[in-house]
């Protein structure tokens, strides 16, 4: 099991705080995390200690379509939160065995996003992690299917 962020290179704050969680999370309860870097002639990914895959916003979108190990995860068609290819970028998912499982709804924080659940966006489910280890990922995924050592 891992964590990944579908990312672009940018300085903005919700970038910025997405890798200092992925970072911080990393450190405190050793879960591997890494970094798809969405399409990366825009600009190098930043320092970060997981490891960091460039691909295509195609390659990255392959992840959620046709996938029906995430539709069960996410309770209905990815395409029902995700409309086109860059909706995808700022979210986190949890990977098990190369799949990805689940992915937050929103990128960033639950600022602007009315009256949603802040650990559908990706900082806020990021910051449950840091705070409280696996509980938020075993919400999200069965603790049989994944091993912490896994990478």
Not at 26 to 52: K, T, Y
Not at 107 to 120: K, R, T, V
């Amino acid at each position: 099991m891992r964590l990944r962020y579908y990312a672009e290179a940018d300085t903005a704050v919700d970038h910025r705080r997405t890798v200092e969680l992925l970072e911080s999370i990393a450190d405190r309860h050793a879960f591997p995390v890494e970094i798809v870097q969405v399409e990366p002639r825009r600009a190098p990914p930043e320092e970060f200690s997981g490891s960091v895959e460039h691909r295509t916003l195609d390659n990255a979108w392959d992840d959620f379509t046709y996938n029906q190990t995430l539709q069960d995860g996410l309770s209905t068609p990815p395409s029902q939160y995700y409309d086109d290819p860059e909706d995808i970028i700022g979210n986190v998912g949890i990977v098990v065995d190369d799949t990805l499982v689940w992915a937050t709804r929103f990128w960033g924080a639950h600022h602007g996003w009315g009256p949603i659940d802040p650990e559908q966006t990706a900082i806020g489910f990021l910051e449950a992690v840091e705070q409280r280890g696996e509980g938020p990922i075993a919400e999200r995924v069965s603790l049989e299917e994944w091993s912490p050592d896994e990478a």
